[in-house]
């Protein structure tokens, strides 16, 4: 530490001067004075009154110049250092069909073979590996003898050998944690020197942990979500220490990632920053000998009598030109088997398989795809999957009203006639008429049309409604009340589609405005502006938001990228109606050329809105053309869209409830690891008079039939900004099916519980479809990152490559004397003691 006394005064020249000047004076006159009391006191009393007098202008001259007193210091600063460990499934593979080079390198990484005399020579056999070529285990200066050249070139490639067969045994997890707790340097301890480690472990999630924890870690925590590889998530380099500053990021993987979030422009970020990341890569690069069920591909709910279709990807590594058999396990029947070809001279073949899914009673049925392992395969705990499927009784009532037969509504009306499982009813109030026949192809009145004579009843019997370009005069206000009645309390859906003509602008019911769930409406108008492009150039696309990629009838893929893909090739749209989403509603698809636009600007932006009103839901399509989907690949998209969208319709309407309540969940099933998200929507009049309403939802297994222990109890919130809908979630449960059940504090639910099926099942993700180390990847993350790519014999490396911040840190703090107590101190005792020396003495 350093100090240093300071006089601000001296900064300042004139008053450095005037106050010299008037110190200069006092010590005149007190001098002067001092003659006078000679004569009055003793010599040694008035040279103590003297140098009394005068001290007080020292400390009056010192203080007038400001001193401050400053010192400075050097404080050690360490930067923080995230190291994110992958410990996914496909972390849990050992590399058995790996390369004699890679398991070399893997041997040194781990002090299994090698040390400093013998590491240029192990450098050399690793590049003969990788050229394919035998390594020459003994050079001339070791053996002077054939004989003894023979001997020692046997005895160190069946030790070599030796050591490669225990590393084909060990899981990458295994290879993890020697790697960086273990060892002469484990390299934990070689970041520690550089700067402050934290370390994290992730698969789909991720939890920081203790090294002291990691090192005897048996298996992953359970909340990870070990089945998915979330590289994105890794790169979050969050914590609560927030004073460290991040100077590194290690990412421990095989590099498969099978989330949707790209973990490439998150090392972006962090290496604009100036925090490098640095892949560390686990595993071999071949893909071992391996089958492996990809994707399966099988709708949620089907009617009885339906015949549903699965159909599955299987991926075939080092087995070309080979049978393969591929299972459906029934419960309806005996196992289905089918039997695929192997290509020849494909080291790495995708295959299809679909069956015809047979239910025959009501209720969820669970289907397992397999194939037979075989005894040289990496593993065989990727050859299955398992689905549900929910079949009812019933069919899905749809009603469409159009102006006239617009594009839209002709298509729409040919998907709905074409499925055996909607019953369709439709009106059409103005086409033309010859009087040809007695009555025109559709009816011209809502009643023909539904059969019904006029009433507060007259929609009950349907599950979804669909109004495109209906003009005021048609549909009027009274109309629009039953349509209202329909949605609050039956449960039925409303889809309404934005029209060029009537609607809509022309219309101004009441009920119409209470259910609309958009505002600020505004015109997109492309026809002109893009006529002469290609159909698959034209217009506007839609964005699906998260939320949008959640709902069924917006699934045209399982997969999500796959998904995302169809949407980003579908024919644009050249006209549509735009507007923002009031509150309470949520936007499920957008029209923005921003590739990534946030929130405010979805919901500025909507195009696709859903809204649950009362005890049942609204959707806004503003665009009058899904037909142009069809484009080239027929009804595959268009048909599936609306043809799902009736399905959840009804699956809506049939939601478990009373007349007080009804009960949804926002996916079923759902992934074993994710959240379960519950809505609970009252009856307006039930709330209103039970203020102090509190909901729970209780989770309880299938066969539990007593139902008198939960296994969770979680409360529902009330949304904010719509009213009379409280919502939850339940999460941690394995696979498998559970009763939820809705209780209600402050209310009475009547004497039937209100229960609802939720269905549990191995999520589907690629995490074992590919168990080779994505090398690509993770170069790009590395890249991105600013930093490089390191294989686990240079793990050593890394330590080095990151840039500590400087060590030292110099910190200055400075206190301020003239006006400190301790100067006043002085300054008052100097002038006591000098009052009460002349008093002692006589003077005045």
Known sequence: MQRDLIFQGLTNSPWFWFTTLCCLVAAGLIITLLKYERQLVSKPVGMFLLFLRLAVVVALFITFLEPVSSWTFDKSKAGRIVVAVDLSESMNTPDRFASKAELLRWARALEMIGNRQTDAQIADWIKAYEAGKEPVWVSDAEATTDAKRQELTAFRKDNVEQILEQVRQLPRREIVKRLLTAGSNPLLDQLGKVGNVELKLFGGQIEPIDASVFKDLADPPANIAVKQSDLGVALDVSSAD????????????????????DPVPIAGRLGSINVPVFPLMIGSERRPRDIAILTVDAPQTAFKSDSPVVRAKITADGYENQDLAVTLENPAGEPETKTLHIPAGSQHATLDVEFTLKAPELGRHNYTIRTAARPDETRDDNNQRSFSLQIVDDKARVFLAEN?????????????????????????????????????????????????????????????????????????????????????????????????????????????????????????????????????????????????????????????????????????HTWGILGEARPGTTVLATVKPNEQPDLADERRNAVAVHQFYGFGQILWLGIDSTWRWRHRIGDQYHHRFWG???????????????????????????????????????????????????????????????????????????????AGVSEGR???????????????????????????????????????????????????????????????????????????????NETREEQTL????????????????????????GLP
Do not use: C
């Not at 690629?766 to 294989?791: C, F, P």
């Not at 014999?793 to 840039?803: C, F, G, M, T, V």
């Open 644 to 722: 799902q969208l009736a399905r959840w319709a009804a699956e809506n309407k049939s939601s478990a409830g009373n007349s007080f309540v009804r009960v949804n969940l926002r996916e079923n099933p759902v992934p074993s690891g994710q959240d379960a998200f519950i809505t609970a929507r009252w009856e307006p009049r039930f709330h209103q008079q039970n203020p102090a309403l509190k909901g729970y939802i209780e989770v309880y297994a299938e066969n539990d039939a007593a139902m008198s222990k939960p296994l969770a109890r979680q409360p529902l919130q009330f949304a904010e900004g719509r």
């Open 818 to 841: 003239w006006d400190h107590w301790l100067t006043m101190l002085i300054f008052f005792a100097l002038l006591t003691t000098e009052w009460v020396v002349r008093k002692l003495n």
């Open 404 to 572: 006239e037969a617009r594009w839209e509504f002709r298509f729409i009306n040919n998907a709905y006639a074409r499925d055996e499982r909607v019953e369709l009813k439709r009106v059409v109030f103005e086409q033309p008429f010859l009087k040809i026949l007695p009555e025109t192809f559709f009816p011209r009145t809502i009643t023909n049309a539904l059969a019904q004579p006029a009433g507060p009843t007259l929609f009950n019997n349907l599950d979804l409604i669909v109004i495109g370009d209906v003009a005021p005069t048609q549909f009027t206000d009274a109309i629009w009340d039953q349509v209202e009645n329909f949605v609050r309390n039956e449960g039925g859906t409303l889809v309404i589609m934005a029209g060029k003509n009537e609607f809509p602008k022309n219309h101004k019911s009441a009920a119409l405005g209470r259910m609309f769930p958009m505002k600020d409406l505004r015109i997109v108008d492309l026809t002109t502006a893009t006529a002469e492009r290609p159909p698959s150039e034209r217009g506007f696309r839609l964005k699906l938001t998260p939320d949008g990629e959640k709902y069924t009838m917006f699934q045209f893929d399982t997969d999500v990228i796959d998904n995302r893909n169809i949407w980003n090739q579908l024919p644009g």
């Open 730 to 808: 339940v999460g941690g449960l394995l696979s498998g099916a559970y009763k939820l059940k809705l209780v209600a504090e402050g209310a009475d639910l009547g004497p039937e519980p209100v229960i609802t099926m939720l269905y549990v099942q191995e999520p589907t993700t690629g995490e074992l479809s590919d168990l080779s180390a994505n090398r690509d990847l993770l170069t790009k993350i590395a890249e991105a990152g600013h930093g490089q790519l390191v294989m686990p014999d240079e793990a050593s490396r890394i330590p080095d490559l990151i840039q500590p911040p400087d060590r030292r």
């Open 242 to 261: 927030t004073a460290t500053q991040v100077i590194g990021a290690v990412l421990v993987s095989d590099g498969r990632h099978n989330t949707d979030r």
